[in-house]
């Protein structure tokens, strides 16, 4: 049985489980994640969209034509990117119930890493997009 992952926004009116294996489970140190974060990275786990079972007043604002972010209207915690088109989404590993399901695969766009971030976990690194 795979394991269930549930979370949500700063107000609890944005609720999300699923009940699948993440695809993958990675750290983006885009810009446009830190801006639309409002952190240093995006530790986010990715998903089908088909997979993740989501309540609540959802707003989105595309970062990019393929990409949206997914927010909560009342209180703007940052719950997801979505790729309509490819149908994965990102939910931020920092909106989980339990964060430390977390498990990290790679960096990538490290090329914007903040300088005071020091990565000395092992993990693959990626200036730009990640192999695929
Ligand atoms: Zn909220
Ligand atoms: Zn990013």
Redesign the pocket.
Known sequence: MAQRYEG???????RYAVEAAPINERICHCRLCQKALGAAFNARLLFRVDDVTLS??VATVNSSPPLQRGF??????TIFSRREAAGIMGLTSGSLDDPSLFRPEMHFHTASRQPWVKLDDGLPQYEGAPPV
């Not at 949500?8 to 944005?14: D, E, N, P, V, Y």
């Not at 909560?72 to 915690?77: A, I, K, L, P």
Request: aromatic share 0%; charged share 5%; net charge positive.
């Open positions: 949500g926004c700063l107000c609890g009116a944005i609540g007043p909560c209207r009342n209180c703007g915690t």
